[in-house]
């Protein structure tokens, strides 16, 4: 049974999404956790948020939710996968292309890397523009047979996945965050953070 069915299979119990801390002392040596899960930790760690669904139902009563909670009724979704845009047809969302008319991201992403709870990207999602060019706020759909442990393991897939045309233009977004131009961490330094929710799908 996957880490998400026995965090959300119980609707009546109200349980708490482990931290590192959570599993063992410091002194302890490090425990392999599932890949779910350690994703789960980094992933909420790096400030993301994330919906668990079941089906599509679920998918789009959630997509509805982060549509209205941030009051995006009638603004304008920059979407470049035409599979995607067919399958949530039924949505009554303005979809543009237009790089300079845009409000939120929709899109799907390569990998789902559990080491540092990362999306993995390429040109197959956002062309070949920069992260910066994109809007501040990403809707990424997602699947849990998407989870790999490093981004070595996602680039072979990719590979795998394309051997006759490689995608271009392969990135990790990790920071989903806003930071302060006044913070002193020097970690997050140069990076590009989004507000980014994640709707994941169980397929497995």
């Excluded at 668990?52 to 909670?69: F, G, P, S, T, W």
């Excluded at 008319?101 to 390569?110: I, L, M, P, R």
């Amino acid at each position: 049974m996957s880490f998400f069915r026995k965090l959300f299979g119980h609707k009546s119990k109200v349980e708490k999404i482990p931290t590192q801390n959570d599993h063992c002392s410091k002194y302890m040596p490090e425990v392999s956790l599932p890949l779910d899960e350690c994703f789960t930790i980094n992933f909420k760690t790096n400030g993301g948020k994330f919906l668990y669904c079941e089906n599509l139902d679920e998918i789009h009563h959630n997509l509805n939710a982060i549509i209205k909670e941030n009051n995006w009724d009638t603004k304008n979704a920059f979407i470049t996968d035409n599979q995607l845009s067919d399958k949530f047809k039924t949505f009554n969302f303005s979809i543009t292309k237009d790089t300079h008319n845009k409000d939120y991201f929709f899109s799907t992403c390569e990998h789902l890397i559990a080491s540092d709870g990362s999306i993995l990207i390429s040109s197959r999602q956002i062309a070949e523009k920069k992260l910066k060019e994109l809007p501040n706020s990403f809707v990424i759909f997602a699947t849990t047979s998407q989870f790999v442990d490093n981004i070595g393991e996602g680039l072979k897939k990719i590979k795998l996945k394309n051997k006759k045309k490689i995608p271009t233009n392969i990135t990790t977004i990790k920071h989903f965050k806003t930071y302060n131009k006044d913070d002193n961490d020097f970690l997050s330094y140069g990076s590009c953070s989004k507000n980014l929710y994640l709707l994941l799908l169980e397929d497995l």
